[in-house]
């Protein structure tokens, strides 16, 4: 089958939505100078010197952080689901190759992480491995898996065994511990071989306790993979302009959700106090308050996305997106690399220096230029230069990759 067939068989709903939440992740990596862990007090105070700069940060809360890293997850339980779909109406089995593929994104993802430690890539590529079996479990308990670990089940369970303690780490995440001071630093004026080596480890021991700790992310990805294969189980977004009453549905679940999560998370810690330590049963239902307020954000934006993008113009707008959700792996790691030598030492060295307001700015242009290149790249190959790479160690094969005149 040519890649121009292949390409018919898109649907550009999903690469927009895909773009839609990358362009999401790199506003909020970028205002956070992509430091990807907490910083010492007073470090950002720089970052901070207006109105709109505060106003930057409640809007990134509320609206990004938290919920794009949601909406690409649940992209790729869905691309997970389509891929072992897909073979299997060929009659093939693409378990093992699935499972390959994860091994070449973890290998992505461990050189990204290099540069920086909040990558996703390797993260999904773990968490990957657990989807194949739920392959062929019935939808009523893929949602019930999904809806336990939305419920804070992993940090539950975490707590019982640590108290609060970190899994991996010999530190902790309190923003004066020695540990984040000296990472701060080492961003400040390391030279890429030294940020690289505290990375290579250190850097995997505290993202590995962020996941599976009791912040729980890495369980709360794993849920939105769940509910991404049963989206695609039910064949959402191959008729979503049918599918409007279920959207309709899930919004006002989504609000639901959000008001629920607002009064948990408002009860629980208002009850510590202004000192909040994550040592105690309170804080973590809190922490479970958060988890459904993001979810709730992240499904109404969702639904809004959807919408818009049924009405005409709203799709011409949104499916702008799409070229840049196509190449999503490729802008992801370029984004990264860009980010930290802005930031970092070992490159231009503005880490913690630039308000709110200019960086927000600067990710909103990088955004708009990749989108541009994504298109223009599209125009002359047939996929982004990683996912050709990915594609093609994947099927031991060299897939054509500029399209013929």
């Known amino acids: 089958m040519s890649s121009t067939t292949q390409a018919k ?11 839609f939440s990358l362009a999401g ?14 910083t010492p007090e007073g470090a950002l105070d720089a ?10 940060d409640g809007f990134i809360m509320i609206f990004l952080r938290g919920k794009f890293f949601a909406l690409f997850s649940f992209l790729f339980g869905l691309s997970f689901f389509i891929q072992m779909d897909s073979a299997h109406h060929k009659g093939q089995d693409f378990r093992w190759r699935f499972l390959w593929r994860l091994a ?42 999904a809806a336990v670990l939305f419920l804070g089940l992993g940090r539950y369970v975490v707590f019982m065994i640590t108290g609060g303690d970190n899994l991996f780490m010999s530190g902790g995440f309190e923003p004066n511990s020695p540990e984040i001071v000296a990472y701060f630093e080492l961003l400040k004026s390391g ?40 989206a695609g189980r039910i064949k959402f977004f191959a008729n ?12 006002y679940g989504s609000l639901g959700i959000f008001a629920l999560g607002i009064v948990v998370t408002f009860f629980s810690f208002s009850q510590l106090g202004p000192e909040v330590k994550f040592d105690n049963w309170l804080a973590m239902i809190g922490l479970t308050g958060l988890d459904l307020v993001n979810l709730g954000m992240t499904f109404m934006l969702m639904a809004l996305f959807v919408y818009l993008y049924i009405k005409v113009k709203g799709q011409r707008l949104l ?9 999503a792996l490729t802008n992801y790691v370029f984004q990264s690399i860009l980010g930290t030598f ?5 490159g231009l060295g503005y880490l913690a220096s630039i308000p709110n307001r200019y960086t927000f700015l600067i990710a909103i242009g990088l955004i708009i230029f990749q989108m541009l290149i994504s298109r223009w790249w599209l125009k002359h190959f047939y996929y982004g230069p990683l996912e050709w790479v990915w594609r093609s160690l994947t099927h031991f094969k060299s897939y054509p990759l500029k399209r013929r005149e």
Not at 47 to 56: A, E, K, N
Not at 123 to 138: E, N, S, T
Not at 342 to 346: E, N, P, Y
């Open 25 to 38: 992740i790199v506003i909020v990596h970028m205002v956070e100078n992509y430091i990807a862990a907490p």
């Open 191 to 230: 030279s890429i071989a030294e940020v690289m080596h505290s990375n290579a480890l250190e850097g995997q021991l505290m993202k590995m306790d962020f996941q599976l700790g009791i912040f729980s992310r890495g369980y709360l990805t794993f849920a939105f993979f769940l509910l991404g294969l049963y």
């Open 319 to 327: 499916g702008s997106f799409a070229a840049y959700g196509r190449t």
């Open 47 to 56: 970052t901070h010197i207006g109105v709109l700069d505060y106003v930057v």
């Open 104 to 145: 070449l994104l973890f290998v992505i993802g461990y050189l990204h992480h290099m540069f920086y430690r909040g990558d996703i890539l390797t993260i999904y590529a773990l968490l990957g491995v657990f989807l194949v079996p739920f392959y062929k479990v019935r939808n009523p308990w893929v949602l019930g898996v």
């Open 240 to 251: 979503y302009k049918d599918k409007w009453p279920l959207m309709r549905d899930i919004l």
């Open 342 to 346: 802005l930031f970092f030492g070992w």
């Open 9 to 19: 068989k898109r649907i550009e709903i999903i690469d927009a939505l895909r773009g």
